[in-house]
């Protein structure tokens, strides 16, 4: 007990808060199971999960996340912020939103990944004291939008300060690993790979680079 509370002080109140965008594959590809395993695993992290593992996963305190949903385009994104005193009502808020997502078009994977990098980086001008990163699930190929090459052309031109916001991908389903290392090697990210490991746990692991 007294280690869990010197964790959870460690995370909520002394830890540099954390931004942390979200951009989730709702391609007509992940009907099904695969739309049920990510609802699953991104509501564990709300407090539904009360595992030792899923409780040092959960949201923060003083956290700030983004929702972008994508398809063959990219969702405008969803807001949250989690303070101390509503910090129930906001996780239910994004439990909620979670919820709701439905599959449905092709796979915008690099559009997607743009404009939440371009989103985090404008949030991150604007508040330096956060750490940034992103966070992309998607189950198949880049189909729509972007090109890799169009991708890596964009974040190429960007001034070096602009750079540095980290792509975590998680390679699900059908994903293609050599698209989504591409996002990892330009931004220093790294992919993780869910065919393999349960969803859930590979949320929980990416949690603690967050």
């Known amino acids: 007990l ?3 509370a010197v964790l959870d002080a460690f995370d909520n109140q002394i830890r540099r808060p954390a931004d942390s965008t979200f951009v989730l594959d709702i391609s007509g590809s992940m009907a099904g199971e695969r739309m049920t395993q990510m609802k699953t695993a991104l509501q564990g992290l709300t407090g539904l999960d ?3 593992s899923g409780r040092f996963a959960r949201l923060r305190e003083r956290e700030n996340i983004s929702m972008v949903a ?9 807001q949250f912020k989690l303070g101390k005193a ?11 939103y979670i919820s709701k997502l439905e599959p449905t078009g092709g796979t915008a994977v690099f559009s997607a990944a743009q404009v939440a990098y371009q989103e985090s980086l404008a949030r ?3 508040d330096a004291s956060r750490y940034y990163s992103v966070v992309l699930l998607t189950d198949g190929q880049s189909n729509k939008g972007l090109s890799p090459a ?7 031109a960007l001034p070096e300060a602009d750079k540095g916001i980290r792509i975590f991908s998680i390679q699900f389903g059908d994903a293609k ?3 989504l290392e591409a996002l990892a090697r330009l931004t220093g990210g790294r992919v993780f790979n869910a065919t393999k490991t349960p969803l859930a ?8 680079y967050q």
């Open 124 to 126: 991150r001008k604007a």
């Open 201 to 208: 746990q590979v949320f929980k692991e990416i949690r603690g």
């Open 70 to 78: 994508f398809d063959d385009t990219v969702r405008p994104a969803v």
């Open 150 to 156: 169009e991708f890596e052309t964009w974040y190429a």
């Open 50 to 52: 009360t595992s030792l």
């Open 86 to 96: 509503d910090r129930a009502a906001t996780e239910g808020r994004v439990r909620d």
């Open 177 to 179: 690993a050599d698209q």
């Open 2 to 4: 007294v280690v869990d």
